[in-house]
C-alpha cells in the first residue's frame, strides 16, 4: 500500500476535513532518549573524481534495501542508481530529457522502494506547495521560514502536517483522521536575534561563494528579503516513515541550531530524538541505522549508510 501513497498524497489533503474519530492529545514532553551516528559509516559511496556513476552532484533520495544494497536519485544528473552492499554500482538508469528513458526530474520517494520495484517522483514539487527552505545560503529570495504541507505514507493511510503548530495527523482513505500527535516545541515567533542569525549566515554564504562583488550582491539580497521577513517560524519541515514503521519528524531547523528529528512509534509516543551532524540530510531510517546525503569541506556529495548509536 505504501507503494502507491505518493502518487494520491495531493488528494487527501483535500479528504481530511471529513469525519475524525481519534482522540485529542495533549502535547508530549521532549523524551530523554538521543541517538546519533556512528563516526565511521557502515558504507559510503561517493568520490572527488574518477568514474561518473560514483560523482554526485544533487542527491535527493535514496535507501537502504534488505540485501544490504543502496538505491540513490540524482536530480542534478536526472538518474536513479543502485549500488550494491559493497558500494559497487549495479545499474544507472535515466538522463536528462523527455523522451523514453528521460527525466526533467526525478526522486526516489521516501518509503517506496523495495527489491521488486522503485517509486520514483517526476515532478518537483506538490501543487500548491510553497517548497520554501532556510539554511546557511539555502533560503530562496522572499521564501525564508514559510509553512509547508508535508507527507508520509503509512499502511493505513497519509500523515499529514503544515507546520503551523506542533501536530500532525493521519488521515484515512475513506477521509477520517485515524490520529493526531501533538508535542511540545519552544516559542515559534521569530525574534530580532533569529533574524540577525539568519542575516549573519547569509552574509558567509556569499563570502565564501567569492567574487569582487560578493557584499554588494549580498546587500542587494538581503535588501529584499528583509522586507518579507514572516513573523513565525514553522513547527516542523518533513515527514519520513521509517522501515520499521517509526515516523519521524523533521524539526524546523532555525538559524543556528542543529538538525533533529523525532521519532514516534505506532501508539504515536515520542520516543527518541536523531541528532544529525551539519551538511548532513537524512534520506532513510530504520531502527539502527540510517542512510543520509553528506557534503564534505569542498562540497563532495556522498551517499552514507551509518549506524545509529546512543548519545551521551
Given at each position: 500500500m505504501k507503494l502507491l501513497v505518493q502518487a494520491v498524497a495531493v488528494s487527501l489533503v483535500a479528504l481530511?476535513?471529513?469525519?475524525?474519530?481519534?482522540?485529542?492529545?495533549?502535547?508530549?514532553?521532549?523524551?530523554?532518549?538521543?541517538?546519533?551516528?556512528?563516526?565511521?559509516?557502515?558504507?559510503?559511496?561517493?568520490?572527488?573524481?574518477?568514474?561518473?556513476?560514483?560523482?554526485?552532484?544533487?542527491?535527493?533520495?535514496?535507501?537502504?534495501?534488505?540485501?544490504?544494497?543502496v538505491v540513490v536519485s540524482d536530480r542534478a544528473?536526472?538518474?536513479?542508481q543502485k549500488f550494491g552492499p559493497d558500494g559497487e554500482h549495479l545499474w544507472s538508469r535515466g538522463r536528462e530529457g523527455e523522451g523514453p528513458g528521460e527525466f526533467e526530474y526525478v526522486q526516489?520517494?521516501?518509503?517506496?522502494?523495495?527489491?521488486?520495484?522503485?517509486?520514483?517522483?517526476?515532478?518537483?514539487?506538490?501543487?500548491?506547495?510553497?517548497?520554501?527552505y532556510l539554511g546557511p545560503g539555502d533560503a530562496m529570495p522572499g521564501n525564508i521560514w514559510s509553512h509547508d504541507a508535508v507527507?508520509?505514507?503509512?499502511?493505513?493511510?497519509?500523515?499529514?502536517?503544515?507546520?503551523?503548530?506542533?501536530?500532525?495527523?493521519?488521515?484515512?482513505?475513506?477521509?477520517?483522521?485515524?490520529?493526531?500527535?501533538r508535542w511540545e516545541g519552544p516559542d515559534l515567533n521569530v525574534t530580532p536575534e533569529d533574524i540577525n542569525r539568519y542575516r549573519d549566515s547569509l552574509e558567509e554564504s556569499y563570502r565564501q561563494g567569492g567574487g569582487a562583488d560578493w557584499r554588494a550582491r549580498f546587500q542587494r539580497r538581503w535588501e529584499w528579503e528583509s522586507e518579507i521577513v514572516p513573523d513565525v517560524f514553522p513547527a516542523y519541515q518533513g515527514l519520513m516513515m521509517g522501515d520499521d514503521g517509526v515516523l519521524w519528524v523533521h524539526d524546523y531547523?532555525?538559524?543556528?541550531?542543529?538538525?533533529?528529528?523525532?521519532?514516534?512509534?505506532?501508539?504515536?509516543?515520542?520516543?527518541?530524538?536523531?541528532?544529525?551532524?551539519?551538511?548532513?540530510?537524512?534520506?532513510d531510517i530504520g531502527p539502527d541505522w540510517a542512510v543520509v546525503r553528506t557534503l564534505d569541506e569542498v562540497d563532495v556529495q556522498r551517499v552514507a549508510v551509518h549506524a545509529l548509536v546512543e548519545n551521551r
Open positions: 481530511a476535513a471529513g469525519p475524525h474519530r481519534s482522540v485529542a492529545q495533549v502535547g508530549q514532553p521532549r523524551p530523554a532518549a538521543e541517538v546519533g551516528l556512528s563516526v565511521e559509516p557502515l558504507l559510503s559511496i561517493g568520490l572527488v573524481e574518477g568514474a561518473n556513476e560514483y560523482l554526485f552532484a544533487g542527491i535527493n533520495g535514496g535507501a537502504l534495501l534488505a540485501d544490504g544494497s544528473h536526472f538518474r536513479i526516489v520517494a521516501p518509503g517506496c522502494v523495495s527489491a521488486e520495484r522503485i517509486v520514483a517522483t517526476l515532478r518537483e514539487r506538490i501543487p500548491a506547495s510553497e517548497m520554501r507527507f508520509a505514507a503509512a499502511d493505513q493511510g497519509v500523515w499529514f502536517g503544515t507546520g503551523e503548530d506542533y501536530e500532525i495527523e493521519l488521515v484515512g482513505w475513506t477521509g477520517e483522521t485515524i490520529r493526531r500527535i531547523l532555525r538559524p543556528g541550531e542543529r538538525s533533529e528529528w523525532f521519532a514516534f512509534d505506532a501508539d504515536g509516543n515520542w520516543t527518541r530524538t536523531l541528532v544529525l551532524p551539519s551538511r548532513t540530510v537524512l534520506l
